[in-house]
């Protein structure tokens, strides 16, 4: 195995969504940070959970050109609880499924082939669960 594999996969947050607690004031931050706004160091790394609620979205109409095959397509924020929120994409988008409010899982999906060798990039995405 080569050695920027071995280091890709030991490297947990890669396979799994993490971030950190501040043991101060209580708030969680995604991507994990050394120094939370309230100026503690005292941060505890935390597996976040599978599932969050839209907080808000919007459709891309006219993407970046490596993304112009999947376009229309949507982003939304995801609120996980305590504060953690990441923007995504919304896989597998319907207009139904824009709701504020509207639960979510996180899945690993594919985002891009990058360039001309076709190495697959993947990335966390969110897929509406049924109401």
């Known amino acids: 195995?080569?050695?920027?594999?071995?280091?890709?996969r030991e490297k947990p947050h890669r396979y799994r969504l993490e971030g950190v607690r501040c043991k101060?004031?209580?708030?969680?931050?995604?991507?994990?940070?050394?120094?939370c706004p309230c100026g503690s160091?005292?941060?505890?790394?935390?597996?976040?959970?599978?599932?969050g609620r839209i907080l808000t979205w919007t459709v891309v109409h006219t993407g970046h050109p490596e993304f112009s095959d999947s376009t229309p397509y949507a982003l939304v924020v995801v609120e996980f609880g305590k504060g953690a929120r990441l923007l995504m994409q919304l896989a597998d988008f319907r207009?139904?499924?824009?709701?504020?409010?509207?639960?979510?899982?996180?899945e690993f999906r594919k985002v891009?082939?990058?360039?001309?060798?076709?190495?697959?990039c993947y990335g966390y995405k969110a897929v509406a669960c049924s109401e």
């Open 1 to 8: 195995m080569t050695t920027s594999a071995r280091i890709w």
């Open 24 to 35: 101060k004031c209580g708030r969680t931050w995604v991507p994990a940070r050394q120094v």
């Open 41 to 51: 160091r005292g941060l505890s790394a935390m597996v976040l959970p599978e599932e």
């Open 95 to 106: 207009r139904e499924d824009l709701k504020i409010g509207r639960k979510v899982k996180v």
């Open 112 to 120: 891009q082939a990058a360039g001309e060798s076709g190495v697959l």
